[in-house]
């Protein structure tokens, strides 16, 4: 059985080693446009600010292609999938046949559609040779101007400086992390990178980039100008739907997959940032570009190519990131700024400390964590199972609120709480009552 899959990090690598242990036979094809893949992408921000060393982001040794009898196509693209003809054409004339296919080519940022993105100095911050190239730059560097207030641009941010560099945020929404917390949440963290030197910007939208040749500042719409000789662009990203454009593999904002990661054709299957999978909250297909969820993906996609049935039983939108000491968590509909609940929990004890809690009916559907996020696990279990906390209301946002508040939920909705650990607890409540 012949199996290419199309990208080589998360999810792709999750696969291929699940491949590799089910069917030790199969021949494996991995395909990749960078030429050393198989680094952990969230950790590029510490090295970048000088946290980590190179060679501690890498999660895979540099034989794993040997080591697992891989054949790997490194610094190559493809280009173009061929459903009907089983065939995968590469950015070089090479054409792969196939027997099944998964799709694990993730995302690419987004750019905003505007002058001067082509001269130096302008970098997305999502792969390892962004920040290689950034660094490379830093002795021509005094001010940097990052576009974007998000994970992604505030990662770089404060990476940037860590090595000295002056940064703007320059922000259009109206707070910081808009698409994972409130404002008030927002605020907190502007608080916070302003305290350290970070200056920021909200409700700013960039017009051109400007220079010639090189990066020397941005125009914004307002008409100010923000020195810089080095941009950052954080403005999300986008699935890299490229190779199936055009082909009958259904896609929306990603390539829409089933329960078993498959598409609607059979034997193709997607996993990852490019893939839009069953959303827990929102009850309906959404794109979670997370990295576990690229690894479990990667997973069951691979346990049902190799003939084995697997589920998976769908993801849901959340975020961890600490920045300065200050940890969040947010998931679920917490941090839209549409509002999609009926009501919420909120709790504000110190300057730098924050919950909410949003609710449907009886039903947790998200939350937000700052400061304290001890309990995060414990109300991440009770939003993904869906089950009804108005018994818990008064009691989710105390600081003693623990495990134990959760047992009679976990007893009484035991389909709810599937996984062996859960059900081992089950019948251990069972023979003690």
């Known amino acids: 059985m012949k199996n290419i899959i199309i990208g080589s990090s998360a999810a792709g690598i999750s696969a291929a080693e699940t491949l590799r242990r089910e069917d030790p036979t199969c021949e494996i094809i991995m395909i990749s446009d960078e ?17 980590l060393p190179e060679e501690r982001i890498y999660y895979r ?19 173009r999938v061929e459903p009907r003809a089983n065939r995968v054409i590469l950015d070089n004339g090479e054409e792969l046949e196939y027997d099944n ?72 929404s109206p707070h910081l992390l808009s698409q994972m917390v409130d404002a008030r949440a927002g605020e907190i963290y502007r608080a916070l990178l302003e305290e350290h030197g970070i200056k920021v910007a909200t409700g700013m939208e960039p017009a051109k980039i400007l220079g010639d ?28 739907l490229e190779p199936v454009e055009g082909t009958e593999v259904q896609y929306d904002y990603g390539v829409i997959i ?4 498959r598409t609607n054709i059979p034997n193709i ?47 849901m939108g959340m975020n961890s990131v600490q920045f300065f000491d200050l940890p969040v968590i947010s998931a679920g509909l917490a941090g839209l700024r549409e509002r999609d609940f009926d009501s919420e929990l909120i709790d504000q004890p110190g300057p730098r400390i924050y919950k909410r809690l949003v609710l449907r009916g009886d039903r947790l559907v998200g939350f937000i964590l700052v400061g304290e996020i001890e309990n995060a696990g414990i109300i991440r279990s009770l939003v993904e ?17 623990g495990f134990s508040e959760i047992m009679p939920l976990i007893e009484g909705r035991g389909e709810r709480f599937p996984e062996r650990e859960y059900q081992e607890l089950i019948e251990t409540m069972r023979l003690m009552s």
Request: charge should be neutral.
């Open 35 to 51: 030429p050393n893949p198989l680094y952990s992408r969230p950790l590029i921000s510490y090295y970048l600010a000088g946290e």
């Open 61 to 79: 040794p540099p034989d794993f292609y040997e080591r697992n009898r891989i054949e790997a196509h490194l610094g190559r693209r493809a280009v």
């Open 101 to 172: 296919l998964l799709l694990a080519n993730g995302a690419s940022p987004t750019f905003p559609e505007i002058e001067g993105l082509d001269k130096a100095g302008v970098f997305g911050f999502r792969r390892l040779s962004d920040a290689k190239e950034m660094l490379a730059m830093l002795p021509q560097v005094k001010e940097a101007v990052v576009l974007g207030g998000g994970l992604v641009g505030l990662k770089a941010a404060v990476g940037l400086k860590a090595r000295g560099v002056d940064v703007t945020v320059a922000v259009g």
């Open 213 to 240: 040749g090189r990066v020397t500042g941005v125009l914004m719409e307002s008409g100010e100008e923000l020195p810089a000789q080095l941009v950052v662009v954080g403005k999300g990203v986008r699935a890299n």
């Open 258 to 261: 089933d329960e078993h990661c």
């Open 269 to 315: 299957y997607a996993a990852g940032d490019v893939a839009q999978s069953y959303d827990v909250v929102r009850g309906r297909h959404w794109t979670n570009a997370l990295w576990p969820c690229a690894v479990e993906q990667g997973r069951v996609a691979a346990l049902n190519m190799a003939g084995k049935e697997a589920v998976y039983r769908g993801s």
């Open 385 to 401: 199972r869906g089950v009804s906390v108005a018994e818990l209301k008064d009691r989710l946002l105390r600081e003693s609120f």
